[in-house]
């Protein structure tokens, strides 16, 4: 069974602060993302990742880095909190693909973190 | 204009009722369809997919899509109080180059079924 674990389910920040988020997941897969989900905006990617070390940026990267030291944990961080930024983060994994069309690796997601910034 | 167009809801049924979920895009591009549940407080989880046009059938749910419409829909029948979760419609195409496929969400359809 998939397991991805988000570090707190609730977090509650000042404006300035400097939040790290953690993600942790066991099945061994290359791929992890950070998403936020706000009501009538859906899910939107903040950054995504396809290996260690390497990142790249989804549709909304701007006041958000990321960090993937090893394969099964990545970070999302915030260096400077802004209230714009409370939110629900969600964070997922799925396999590299490895066959043809008519795949689809499923992204499996944790429980989510609900941020708050007072 | 968003990529992905999905009612927010909340859209509210009696048990049994046979409940039609929709949503449409823009990208042509898009190969793969899905639909992820998401109960309250949890993270979503992956519901059906389906591959190009057609239809899929799992149990009480099914999955459409009409590419030549850019039109998907959801169908549960038989309605349970458990169904009552978020529904996410949710497209990707594949990169040949790198394998990876990504997720573009629709908002969410809120789904109430009453006993």
């Known amino acids: 069974d998939v397991k991805v674990t988000q570090s707190s389910r609730y977090l509650v920040k000042r404006t300035g602060e400097k939040v790290f988020l953690e993600c942790v997941q066991d099945?061994?897969?290359?791929?992890m993302f950070w998403y936020r989900q706000d009501p009538g905006l859906g899910l939107r990617l903040i950054y995504f990742s396809y290996d260690v070390k390497m990142k790249e940026k989804g549709d909304i990267p701007e006041g958000y880095s990321v960090s993937r030291e090893k394969k099964e944990r990545f970070s999302l961080i915030l260096e400077s909190a802004s209230t714009n930024q409370t939110s629900m983060y969600l964070c997922?994994?799925?396999?590299?693909?490895?066959?043809?069309?008519?795949?689809?690796?499923?992204?499996?997601f944790g429980p989510g973190t609900r941020l708050t910034v007072l | 204009q968003k990529e992905v167009e999905q009612d927010p809801g909340p859209l509210s049924v009696p048990e049994g009722a046979i409940v039609s979920l929709n949503c449409t895009y823009s990208n042509s591009a898009f190969q793969y369809f899905m639909w992820y549940r998401q109960y309250s407080r949890k993270g979503p989880e992956l519901l059906m997919y389906t591959y190009s046009s057609g239809n899929k059938e799992d149990g009480r749910f099914t999955a459409q899509v009409d590419k030549s419409s850019k039109y998907i829909s959801l169908f549960i029948r038989d309605s349970q109080p458990s169904d009552s979760a978020t529904y996410l419609c949710a497209m990707s195409h594949l990169s040949r180059n790198t394998g990876f496929q990504k997720l573009v969400f629709g908002t969410g359809t809120r789904l109430l079924v009453s006993p």
């Open positions: 099945m061994d897969h290359e791929n």
């Open positions: 997922a994994s799925s396999s590299l693909s490895d066959s043809g069309f008519g795949s689809y690796n499923e992204q499996f």
